[in-house]
């Protein structure tokens, strides 16, 4: 699963996530028009607890608008999605 706190966020938030198993992870954040804005993390992991903190910024380091985001994990083990407001 993935969560993230402070939800609403501004001018961070921190996804948290669970691995069953230690492997690749792919941590990215999308508007809700399916744009990759940030990728967050993408790295091994070990299994367990995870977290990453996306401060707001796209992959160019601009400042993103106030919105509705969507982060979505990619791991071994199959994907989550958690809404970021």
């Known amino acids: 699963s ?6 609403p966020f501004n001018p961070r938030t921190t996804l948290h996530f669970e691995l069953r198993e230690a492997g690749p992870v792919i941590l990215r954040i999308f508007d809700l028009n399916g744009r990759l804005v940030r990728t967050v993390a ?4 070990p299994a367990g607890p995870g977290e990453a903190t996306w401060r707001g910024f796209d992959d160019a380091g601009r400042p993103v608008a106030s ?5 979505i994990l990619e791991t071994t083990g199959g994907r989550a999605t ?3 407001r």
């Open 42 to 45: 993408r790295e091994m992991r």
């Open 82 to 84: 958690a809404k970021l």
């Open 67 to 71: 919105g509705v985001y969507l982060g």
């Open 2 to 7: 993935l969560t993230a706190w402070p939800n």
